[in-house]
């Protein structure tokens, strides 16, 4: 069945640090991927998403690339601030294959410190 | 900016109460989802409702709970007798139609069963 695996958290970084986390993905179809991002005591926040293999979603400096070969779909920012400090959620959608719901990863927990 | 409203924010309920939880979704939406998230897991999907019923449910949607759109705004999650499993965030989301396939999250409903 469809799947999605993350990174294990919690991921610490300095202000200003290169960020990455992974997320890999099992889908039967042709899916399209998400990340979610959870900020302290708010809910779930669609960061960015990217439908078809090659592309790339983008929003408040982060960037992740759909990579069918290698079946990922990596969250990276170059520079991490402090508000930034969330919890990542990677996710797919393969409808119609699938059903129009959301498979998430297990978030991985960012902190940013100053 | 639109959003997914959720009521009550956190609620304490004794084993075997029954417990409605409440949205909002966005207005012109016309799909509406619940899933929950247990502490410390994935979040995971429950439900989806089209058209007043449901389209879609997973294995933990049993008999316990139900859905119900009672008027044109409010979408409840209704858990009959609740189990201390029940204990979860439990999130509301919507999207304005499958193909779009965005869904947008309320801020969630912690639900805690004693």
């Known amino acids: 069945g469809n799947s999605v695996t993350q990174m294990e958290g919690p991921v610490t970084l300095s202000e200003e640090a290169f960020l990455t986390i992974n997320c890999t993905y099992t889908?039967?179809?042709?899916?399209?991927l998400f990340w979610y991002v959870q900020y302290p005591g708010e809910g779930l926040q669609l960061l960015l998403k990217?439908?078809?293999?090659?592309d790339k979603g983008s929003n408040k400096g982060f960037e992740a690339t759909y990579r069918k070969e290698t079946t990922s779909f990596h969250l990276e920012k170059g520079s991490v601030q402090v508000s930034d400090s969330a919890v990542y959620f990677c996710?797919?959608?393969?409808?119609?294959?699938?059903?129009?719901?959301?498979?998430f990863g297990k978030g991985t927990t960012l902190s940013v410190s100053s | 900016e639109p959003e997914v409203t959720q009521t009550p924010s956190h609620q304490v309920t004794q084993m075997g109460q029954e417990v409605i939880l409440r949205c909002v979704p966005i207005?012109?939406?016309?799909?509406f989802y619940w899933y929950r998230q247990i502490l410390g897991q994935k979040v995971e999907f429950l439900v989806s409702?089209?058209?007043?019923?449901?389209?879609?449910k997973s294995e933990i949607f049993d008999d316990q709970f139900s859905v119900e759109r009672p008027d044109g705004s409010n979408f409840t999650l209704k858990i009959r007798s609740t189990k201390l499993e029940d204990s979860a965030m439990y999130f509301c989301?919507?999207?304005?139609?499958?193909?779009?396939?965005?869904?947008?999250f309320g801020e969630g409903s912690w639900l805690t069963v004693v």
């Open positions: 207005s012109n939406h016309l799909y």
């Open positions: 989301a919507s999207s304005l139609d499958r193909d779009e396939n965005t869904i947008y």
């Open positions: 990217a439908t078809k293999a090659d």
């Open positions: 409702f089209y058209n007043n019923e449901i389209s879609e």
């Open positions: 996710a797919l959608s393969d409808w119609p294959q699938a059903g129009t719901a959301l498979i």
């Open positions: 889908a039967t179809g042709y899916p399209s």
